[in-house]
């Protein structure tokens, strides 16, 4: 009798949409965790638990919704996707995320650089392409690497992520070891492809050693300038970028504090 008692209550429990009550907290609280919506329970459940939650999902069609959560706006739910998506490009193709990022945020730079030049006649897509070449071939590639290298240098330190500590010794690689080598290298980047643009147009492709004498020329000049520029505009946003970001979105970050240094590194090279 008791038996029958029992089953009746699970039945009527299940019928009125309750069956949640009867399931063990442990299935509950995975339900929460799921956002709410109570799955089939393994094999190993005792019948009760299997009968409650298959009774739920086929009387609430398939949804046993702890509470009913307000629907999310649809600019927000935009933003949410598009961001998503991103991440997980960005997970699965990391460096080509990378590049294309930077091939974007370097064209926004250029577009502004040779918008505020006032030296600048009309519009040049040559130099554009120039400078989003050497963003997608070079800088991209190099900053990928440093940041791991980075990664590997301050765990040696033993220093905890998220600290200041931390973000000062990845600040410290960054400015000190990675800013003079990187600029150093985009000089002759941008003269090599800067040269090329202009065969690609008809003009004689010089050779190397009249290359290299004017990027030498070129450095004599700017070098110190843009490494001093370099200083003001990146150190508060890359101790910002080490402290907060996570360390897959960095070169991210950093790509979006480069629409200025872009526009900045695209007059000081075309000058």
């Known amino acids: ?36 919506e109570l799955r089939a329970p393994a094999l190993g459940a005792s019948p009760a638990a299997r ?6 999902v086929l009387l609430r069609g398939g949804a046993a919704r702890a509470a009913k959560r307000p629907a999310t706006p649809p600019h927000m739910s935009l933003v949410a996707r598009t ?24 064209a926004v730079g250029d ?13 040049s897509l040559r130099r554009l392409l120039v400078l989003v070449s050497v963003n ?16 590997v240098a301050v765990g040696k330190l033993k220093l905890r992520p998220g600290t200041w500590g931390s973000a000062l010794a990845y600040l410290a690689l960054d400015q000190l070891v990675n800013t003079p080598l990187t600029l ?22 010089p050779g190397a050693g009249v290359l290299l004498a004017g990027v030498r020329a070129k450095m004599g000049v700017e070098y110190a300038n843009a490494l001093l520029a370099n200083w ?23 790509n979006l ?6 526009a900045i590194l695209s007059m000081i090279a075309n000058r």
Not at 111 to 123: G, I, M, W
Not at 257 to 262: H, R
């Open 232 to 254: 003001k505009v990146w150190a508060l946003p890359q101790l910002v970028n080490f402290m907060f970001v996570p360390p897959s979105l960095r070169v991210g970050f950093a």
């Open 136 to 151: 997608i071939f070079y800088f991209s590639p190099a900053l990928h690497y440093w940041y791991n290298f980075f990664d």
């Open 111 to 123: 577009v502004l650089a040779q918008t505020l030049d006032k030296s600048v006649a009309a519009f």
């Open 83 to 106: 961001w998503g998506g991103y991440l997980e490009l960005l997970e699965a193709y990391p460096m080509r995320t990378k590049m294309a990022t930077s091939a974007v945020l370097s």
């Open 1 to 36: 009798m008791t038996r029958a008692a029992g089953s009746a209550a699970l039945v009527l429990a299940a019928l009125v949409g309750r069956a949640d009550a009867l399931v063990r907290p442990e299935m509950l609280a995975q339900a929460q965790r799921r956002g709410g």
């Open 184 to 205: 150093l290298g985009f000089f002759h980047v941008f003269a090599l492809a800067n040269a090329a643009s202009h065969a690609a147009l008809g003009a004689p492709m």
């Open 257 to 262: 504090v480069a629409i200025v240094w872009n």
């Open 51 to 56: 009968l409650a939650a298959s009774s739920a």
